[in-house]
């Protein structure tokens, strides 16, 4: 009988255990991303090191209203610089309105980058496109590549203005 509850004591502490490592390391969902707090401020681009368009390392302002206007066409945003590889999006415009996100550049070197960045990058073009602006939610659990799409999107619809 001894032994039987130190085997359920011992059982049950390392389900603890599992449990904690998971919340501490943040995959306590499944590696799910989840919508964090809004984004409120914008980030200047000019701490960027890009060789793509020196003349876009600027800090730059999106339209904030619930329906901006922007120039018909497809626009690239330049490439941003995140940890785990590089960023980069391209927007289509029609009828005044963003219409669609392509994401040329994201960081997928690995499963673990690769999953992440697709579950966020959907997460992010679906909010773009209701938001209608790069003001919208950073995805928890994938901050690096919700930063670098939301920069990158604002150089494009900076060029879209």
């Known amino acids: 009988m001894r032994r039987y509850i130190q ?22 969902n499944g590696g799910v991303p989840v919508l964090s707090e809004k984004k409120t401020t914008q980030q ?6 890009s060789t793509n368009n020196s003349s876009q390392n600027t800090s730059t302002s999106t339209p ?5 206007t922007y120039k018909n066409g497809t626009f690239t945003g ?6 785990y590889g590089n960023v ?5 415009i029609s009828s005044g309105s963003i219409s669609n996100i392509n994401v040329l550049q994201y960081p997928n070197d690995n499963p673990t ?8 990058i959907s997460m992010l073009k679906s909010e773009v496109i209701q938001a209608q ?13 919700s930063s670098g ?5 604002q150089t494009a619809l900076s060029q879209a203005s």
């Open 7 to 28: 085997i359920t004591f011992f059982s049950l502490l390392f389900i603890a255990l599992l449990i904690y490592v998971r919340s501490v390391r943040g995959t306590g």
């Open 88 to 92: 980069q999006v391209q927007v289509t």
């Open 78 to 83: 330049q490439v941003e610089n995140v940890y």
């Open 133 to 145: 602006s790069s003001n919208v939610n950073m995805i928890s659990g994938a901050s690096y590549v």
């Open 113 to 120: 980058s690769n999953y992440i960045s697709t579950q966020a």
């Open 44 to 49: 200047s681009n000019t701490s960027k090191t």
């Open 64 to 68: 904030t209203s619930s329906n901006p």
């Open 149 to 153: 799409f939301i920069q990158s999107l």
